[in-house]
């Protein structure tokens, strides 16, 4: 059977949650493999949240927020931009390809971008193959 | 009462022994029925007791090895309270550590690489090896480091590298006197607040930080919040209740008393904490900021790998 991977993505309320819903209101196609978790901001994507996604057998994490300058809470998405540098670092120590955590900015008015966003990083995962994360998790002896 | 060490340094042992004057206390209340450190109980003897009959045994050390196991087993058949005591047992500690390699790396390190041996013939530890007086036996050295309670039952958890003594005196005390204990699973011997709550240094509201150090590169000024001197310090995700002896010495916390009450992964939270005193808006200048901190798994995981979301290295692409 084919591989189609599986990816959570954390979108902000305020910007690109409005930009996904966009597209599906425009009814363009993309990847099915997005699992569209909605959260207030970027900013309160905590790294715990990206590491429980890749134990419970996620094979890749995309964060999306609000462009620089336009975050609701002012800089939210500031925060989670620093935050994706250091827990980038911290997935390639652990064996983690770091290409697997995505964040992207996409405003209420990028339904497009967000579908095409979709597509590329689903074929990102696709190439990169399985995360072995859980499967090692369940193995430990 | 019974204390054991399983992948542990000695030191939380010592800080049983470290209870000085007050170990006729100890004794006065509690026999001591097994403790390696100390008497010459064999494993025989243990395994030989009825179940339940042991109040209360304290384990330190983590499981790494088929040894530390099924002592780690033995002890939960034979006990009616089973703590994990100190940073090894809790989340993994040092020892754990080891997660970042495989079993073969660590052994063809040790055994085989390391410029200092010799051995030609390329001799690892077996776990059965046959002489002419008989087969001799050596503990099965496990892949992954494990805590306690990924192997067996834990009622309490004790943390620390090591539990501070007073702790343990105040935690045996209660026992002693009959005290209510608290709900199973608890972590007993700490604060639910973090270290922060507890040290003096001064600390502003801002945090935020252009440059990180090392704690050599930088001079300290034996006052203000290291890390608004741009040293990582893990108070703000970490138990207080060692009396923040570390910072107290002019180093910063490391982490051994593990997260706070409702925190799962104390690394993840440190690098949330970290990540957002960095002052800069760019990809680039944060890229160059976060470079500064060397080791970042090392450092925030230091004492919690095992015990952590992740717990081990995973191997990149098949």
Redesign the interface.
């Known amino acids: 059977m084919e591989f189609e991977p599986k990816i959570v993505s954390f979108l902000c309320n305020w910007c690109s949650y409005t930009g996904a819903d966009l597209a599906g209101t425009s009814r363009m196609k993309y990847a099915f493999n997005i699992r569209i978790i909605r959260v207030m901001c970027s900013g309160r994507v905590?790294?715990?949240f990206v590491?429980?996604s890749?134990?419970k057998g996620a094979d890749g994490v995309l964060i999306c927020g609000c462009h620089?300058g336009d975050c609701h809470y002012h800089e939210g998405n500031?925060?989670c931009?620093?935050?994706y540098?250091?827990?980038k670092?911290?997935l390639s120590?652990?064996?983690?390809?770091p290409g697997r955590l995505h964040l992207e900015w996409i405003s209420a008015s990028e339904g497009r971008q967000f579908a095409q966003l979709a597509d590329s990083f689903t074929e990102k995962i696709r190439a990169?193959?399985p995360c072995?994360?859980k499967k090692?998790?369940e193995t430990?002896? | 009462m019974a204390v054991y060490w399983g992948a542990a340094c000695g030191g939380c042992c010592v800080s049983v022994l470290d209870v000085h004057e007050k170990l006729f206390d100890v004794v006065a209340n509690a026999d001591l029925v097994f403790w390696p450190i100390a008497l010459d109980t064999k494993y025989e003897d243990v395994e030989e007791m009825e179940d339940k009959s042991i109040d209360i045994t304290l384990y330190n050390g983590a499981v790494r090895n088929s040894e530390n196991e099924h002592m780690a087993k033995v002890l939960r058949q034979k006990s009616k309270i089973l703590v994990a005591y100190g940073s090894c047992a809790h989340m993994g500690g040092i020892p754990g550590l080891a997660n970042f390699s495989t079993h073969e790396e660590i052994l063809d390190k040790v055994y085989i690489r390391n410029t200092s041996t010799e051995n030609k013939e390329n001799v690892i530890p077996q776990v059965e090896f046959e002489v002419k007086e008989g087969k001799l036996h050596l503990p099965k050295f496990y892949n992954d480091v494990r805590t306690l309670d990924q192997t067996v039952d834990v009622d309490y958890y004790m943390p620390g590298c090591p539990p501070q003594t007073e702790r343990l005196l105040e935690v045996f005390t209660a026992i002693v006197e009959g005290k209510e204990l608290p709900p199973k699973g608890a972590v007993i011997g700490a604060y639910d607040k973090s270290q922060c709550e507890e040290c003096t240094r001064k600390k502003s509201e801002k945090k935020q930080v252009k440059q990180f150090f090392r704690p050599f590169e930088v001079e300290d000024d034996g006052e203000t919040c290291f890390l608004e001197q741009g040293i990582i310090c893990l108070g703000p995700a970490t138990r207080g209740g060692c009396g923040y002896r570390c910072i107290k010495g002019n180093a910063p916390c490391r982490g051994c008393y593990g997260p706070p009450p409702d925190v799962i992964d104390p690394g993840a939270k440190m690098m949330s904490a970290v990540a957002t005193m960095i002052d800069a808006n760019t990809p680039e200048e944060i890229e160059r900021i976060t470079s500064q901190i060397v080791d970042p798994a090392g450092t925030f995981y230091r004492f919690s790998l095992p015990g952590s979301i992740l717990r081990r290295k995973v191997a990149s692409k098949q």
């Open positions: 905590d790294p715990t590491l429980e890749f134990r620089p500031y925060k931009l620093r935050r540098h250091v827990l670092k911290y120590q652990m064996g983690i390809e990169l193959g072995s994360v090692v998790v430990l002896t």
